[in-house]
């Protein structure tokens, strides 16, 4: 009893500061360079799974998204399709949200930056910068890549190209306003060292340090005249200013950074997590904090770089026709697999790969055999030796249920270790570890000899011990697979599942009067694999 009462305390302790907590997560926004393929739906899908994560806690939660509107490059893909870029870029950003709306990401504000709640107060900083004498007016020369809008120097070539893309690349002169990075560069050191939550993974850091701060970070010119498609210079405006010192403050602006509202600004900065990609890494990890050190603003908590999806072949391209898009997932497998897939299939720190016969297997395996299976054989037996009603729990557990109890415990503890790093997809392969050791029970326990020799006690906590893991589990994939973990408490009998709450996870005695649905439905059917992988090798051709 005494225990329970200390647990009960620790419980509502945990409550109330999870309570007052809050979580602004963001992701990068995009190029609306038309249809994005499961490689671009990840940062995002990845953000809105901690979100959730973080709601389910109870915590105060805001997730931002966006897309990213100037530059030569829209411009110039705005005039092939015969469109002005404020036409083109709008309906990219409609197509952005629609795909969110497919993949079920719930984001709180959608920044566009050619909005004027964003390009007023991107002027504003610029003028900041300029009158604190942290942007200075020069002439620049080096190489250009269109593509990518980076200009690079010599040295920074790679066999003359590109060293991020690879493509041709063009020398260029123009008057230019410039960015005094080297001002910096000391202090951002100094916060990379005192901070180490700062860079995620942590390797990120070294890599930063190696390739480009070391050899030498330059000043970063920060206008084009080359172009007008972006947001103009005040006081000069022949210039307009460079894209990425434009679009990497969408962070503020749409929290009404510098604006009459900023209400959500001083609730929200600084941001707890703020996803990208490592192509991104360099812009995020070296100028936005310069940036953010300029305007005397604190540093986001975390900035986790994760890598890439690719294909077996390489880097997924049109020319290659190996371009899978998340629709094509969703529409014939489901919201849930899509997502569980590209979560699971991605370690941080290296890429992933996607391939047809990977997708086919984990849907059958972790989905169809493991859990989808485990629901199934257990709500079965209920009704058969209970007529659907759960047993309660008889507070004391035999050998193998305790074992369970210990299990699930311990792989819970790893989980949120697992998350709070945010190493996902090894997150996810503690859930699967658990619905593994809970499938292995069934084996263990026989709860049809139980019946058989009527050991009532038994197997009445036997199918005590296999409900409330389903439960477990049923909270533990509900950032991820919503739909999936509501259908699972349904089936199980949980009346309520939107109240359910990350902490109902560590209780025991709490299906009191549940009673599971009659007959179970699978939550995930078996596909046949040559089909299915043949089926996703002719829509990746055609692409
Ligand atoms: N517009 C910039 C971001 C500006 S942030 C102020 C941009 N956009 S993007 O569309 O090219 O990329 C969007 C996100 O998708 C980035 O985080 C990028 O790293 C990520 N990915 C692009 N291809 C990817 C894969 N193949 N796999 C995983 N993520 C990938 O960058």
Redesign the pocket.
């Known amino acids: 009893m005494k225990i329970k009462f200390k647990l009960h305390v620790l419980e509502k302790i945990r409550e109330m500061k999870n309570l007052s907590n809050k979580f602004y997560v963001t ?7 038309g249809k ?9 899908v990845l953000a809105d799974s901690m979100r959730r994560y973080h709601q389910l806690k109870g915590e105060d939660t805001y997730m931002l998204t966006g ?2 509107e100037h530059g030569q490059k829209i411009q110039e893909i705005a005039e092939k399709n015969g469109k002005a870029p404020k036409e083109y870029v709008d309906e990219m950003a409609q197509l952005a949200k629609e795909l969110w709306a497919k993949m079920g990401v719930q984001y709180d504000d959608f920044i566009q930056t050619t909005e004027e709640r964003h390009t007023k107060i991107v002027q504003k900083i610029f003028d900041k910068f300029m009158e604190q004498g942290d942007i200075y007016k020069g002439e620049y020369e080096g190489w250009y890549c269109v593509p990518c809008e980076t200009y690079f120097t010599e040295t920074q070539l790679v066999e003359g190209k590109c060293p991020d893309c690879g493509r041709e690349v063009k020398l260029m002169k123009e008057e230019a306003y410039f960015f005094n990075m080297k001002k910096y560069v000391d202090r951002l050191i100094k916060y990379y060292d005192e901070h180490p939550d700062f860079i995620k993974p942590a390797f990120r850091k070294n890599e930063m340090i190696n390739n480009f701060i070391k050899p030498g970070l330059e000043d970063l010119c920060v206008t084009r005249t080359s172009f007008d498609w972006g947001i103009k210079v005040l006081k000069d405006p022949k210039h307009v200013i460079y ?2 010192l434009d ?5 503020l602006t749409a929290l009404g950074y510098m604006s009459d509202d900023d209400t959500l600004f001083k609730k929200y900065w600084p941001a707890d997590l703020q ?7 360099r ?2 990890l070296i100028y ?1 904090p310069i940036f953010l050190m300029a305007l005397d603003l604190p540093l986001p908590k975390t900035i986790l770089v ?5 294909m077996k072949d390489g ?2 391209s049109k020319s290659k026709g190996n371009v899978i898009y998340p629709e094509t997932l969703i529409d014939r497998y489901g919201l849930d697999p899509t997502r569980y897939f590209l979560l699971r299939e ?1 370690p941080v720190n290296q ?2 790969i996607f391939s047809p016969e990977a997708f086919v297997e984990r849907y059958n395996f972790d989905l169809c055999n493991d859990l989808s299976n485990l629901l199934n054989r257990t709500v079965s037996m209920v009704n058969k030796y209970f007529e659907g009603n759960v047993p309660g729990y008889n507070g004391t557990p035999n050998q193998a249920d305790k074992e369970l109890e210990d299990y699930s415990t311990d792989k819970i503890k790893k989980f949120e270790e697992k998350l709070n790093e945010y190493e996902i997809a090894n997150a996810l392969q503690e859930i699967w570890d658990l619905i593994a050791r809970t499938n292995k029970y069934i084996d263990e326990t026989m709860p049809w000899t139980l019946a058989k020799e009527e050991k009532t006690e038994e197997l009445k906590s036997s199918m005590y011990h296999l409900i409330e893991n389903l439960r477990k589990i049923a909270i533990l994939i509900k950032p991820f697979m919503t739909d999936t973990a509501n259908n699972i408490l349904r089936q199980i009998g949980v009346k309520d599942v939107d109240s359910i709450r990350w902490n109902d996870i560590y209780a025991y005695d709490s299906l009191k009067d549940m009673k599971v649905i009659e007959k179970g439905e699978p939550i995930f059917m078996r596909l046949k694999v040559d089909e299915e992988v043949e089926y996703l090798k002719s829509v990746m051709k055609k692409d």
């Open positions: 992701t990068p926004i995009y190029y609306p360079s994005f393929h499961i490689g671009t739906a990840y940062t995002t897309t990213d894209v990425w679009a990497l403050t969408n962070y996803i990208v990609g490592k192509d991104i890494a812009f995020h936005w994760h890598n890439w999806i690719m880097k997924m991605m890429d992933g």
